[in-house]
């Protein structure tokens, strides 16, 4: 089941400029976690915002939550050509019993041309 | 570097064969999990344990299997391969078992079956 969905799919913009990552869910969730991915490597975390939080900051990202709408944003700023890479949001799915899983979406695909 | 060590980094393997991936978790996490990433399904959520128990299963075939041992190094068995099992299979892990934290991801293992 997919439970995150990354919109755009794919996002190239220039050096220097901001991007913006949105990511939709399904049912409630606890937490909601932003991940990055190089091609073909080992994603690393990025950021996880609490279902009671509505924004948090580090260092160039900024990711918003808002609960009502089951929807989150990444925010990149001042862009780096380092920066390209896949983009996921990973939220929480319960299942009968108390077991637990992130579910991933597919992922932004961002390019920054330098 | 996670910390999370994964191998072999490359597998190269006929259908019908078994497999085995290694994953080594950073450093004091208990938590396990491996997850199949495809480019038609994404990333897949297949199986956690933590301390050496299953504590939540996703989408794993009935031909896989894994374990934790009491090393708290995690196996993931392949078997009777088919050319669709070809993936990157990531191991995470995690100081809890619940997805209330961030998953720190190994390298990943590329399984190719021709």
């Known amino acids: 089941s997919q439970q995150g969905e990354e919109d755009p799919q794919a996002l190239s913009i220039q050096e220097g400029e901001n991007a913006t990552m949105n990511c939709s869910y399904k049912?409630?969730?606890?937490?909601l976690q932003w991940y990055r991915q190089n091609s073909g490597r080992g994603l690393v975390h990025l950021i996880l915002?609490?279902?009671?939080?509505r924004e948090k900051h580090s260092g160039r990202l900024r990711v918003t939550l808002d609960t009502s709408k089951k929807s989150s944003s990444l925010l990149i700023t001042a862009s780096r050509a380092a920066d390209t890479a896949s983009y996921f949001c990973a939220t929480d799915e319960r299942h009968q019993g108390g077991s637990e899983k992130l579910v991933f979406g597919k992922g932004t695909k961002l390019t920054v041309n330098p | 570097d996670s910390g999370v060590t994964q191998t072999p980094k490359h597998l190269i393997t006929a259908t019908g064969q078994r497999v085995t991936l290694r994953c080594s978790p950073r450093?004091?996490?208990?938590?396990v999990y491996w997850y199949q990433q495809s480019l038609d399904q994404g990333l897949q959520f297949l199986i956690q344990y933590y301390n050496g128990e299953e504590r939540a299963k996703g989408n794993i075939l009935e031909r896989f299997s894994a374990q934790q041992f009491p090393d708290l190094h995690s196996e993931l068995n392949l078997s009777s391969l088919e050319l669709g099992d070809s993936a990157l299979y990531f191991c995470a892990s995690s100081t809890s078992g619940t997805t209330l934290y961030e998953q720190y991801f190994g390298p990943g293992t590329r399984l190719t079956v021709t």
């Open positions: 450093s004091g996490d208990l938590s």
């Open positions: 915002i609490r279902s009671n939080e």
């Open positions: 049912t409630s969730i606890n937490n």
